[in-house]
């Protein structure tokens, strides 16, 4: 009973291909997020959905875009690869985007662009 | 805008000794603070968060932390360190003021290491 789910776990590709990473959650919040963390394990949002609609878009290139066909989903689609994409990029839920609120993370997908 | 600072990269601890791993913070209204665990190869684990109140916060797997309005820190604490307890931890703040409020903002990370 995996609260907040990612797939694949390990993606790698080559440069200019196009790829997406999904996420679910279990947990009947209204709030998911992406964080990117790069090599140096450093932590950082690229984007909130709450309740579907996009609350958080930081300044991530428009290569990236997510879709939350529903409250309990929450895809990242990535167009042209980059080098510079590879990552570990972690989907988060929390029950509301309140700031007092707990965010729970998911395990993580390790994207390797070749 | 919020920051975290976390001070340490590493922090190496003998296996039964005290642990402490530092976070201090910057906000521009009300912190909440928080404290999570990244094992190799795994997700972010929530241990603890401190919203209001006391300021000692119990959290999972016998850590703690104190919050300390005057010093703007936050540090995490275990009286008895376990081997198993070694991880990178992050600590990550938002702002209550509403000023930037929706972001967790996150500190580098924190590797401790328990030797047995």
């Known amino acids: 009973d995996t609260a907040v789910s990612q797939t694949p776990k390990y993606l790698v590709t080559q440069m200019g291909n196009d790829k997406s990473i999904k996420c679910e959650q279990n947990?009947?919040?209204?709030?998911m997020y992406w964080y990117k963390q790069d090599s140096k394990k450093f932590l950082k949002i690229m984007f909130s959905?709450?309740?579907?609609?996009?609350?958080i878009n930081e300044t991530v290139p428009n290569r990236f875009s997510p879709k939350s066909p529903d409250k309990a989903h929450l895809n990242l689609h990535i167009n042209s690869l980059e080098l510079g994409d590879s990552a570990v990029y972690f989907c988060?839920?929390?029950?509301?985007?309140?700031?007092?609120?707990?965010?729970?993370f998911g395990p993580g997908t390790r994207l390797t662009v070749l | 805008a919020q920051s975290v600072a976390q001070p340490e990269d590493q922090v190496n601890v003998a296996e039964g000794n005290p642990l402490t791993v530092k976070c201090t913070y910057s906000?521009?209204?009300?912190?909440?603070l928080f404290w999570y665990v990244q094992y190799p190869n795994r997700g972010l684990q929530f241990l603890l968060k401190?919203?209001?109140?006391?300021?000692l916060v119990k959290g999972s797997y016998g850590f703690e932390a104190e919050f300390n309005k005057s010093q703007t820190s936050f540090h995490l604490k275990k009286p008895s360190a376990l081997v198993s307890d070694s991880a990178l931890y992050f600590c990550?703040?938002?702002?209550?003021?509403?000023?930037?409020?929706?972001?967790?903002?996150f500190g580098k990370g924190t590797k401790l290491s328990v030797i047995p």
């Open positions: 988060a839920s929390s029950q509301t985007f309140t700031s007092t609120d707990t965010q729970y």
């Open positions: 947990l009947g919040h209204d709030t």
């Open positions: 959905y709450n309740n579907k609609e996009l609350i």
């Open positions: 906000v521009s209204g009300n912190p909440y």
């Open positions: 401190y919203i209001t109140g006391d300021n």
């Open positions: 990550a703040v938002r702002d209550g003021s509403g000023a930037g409020s929706y972001q967790l903002t």
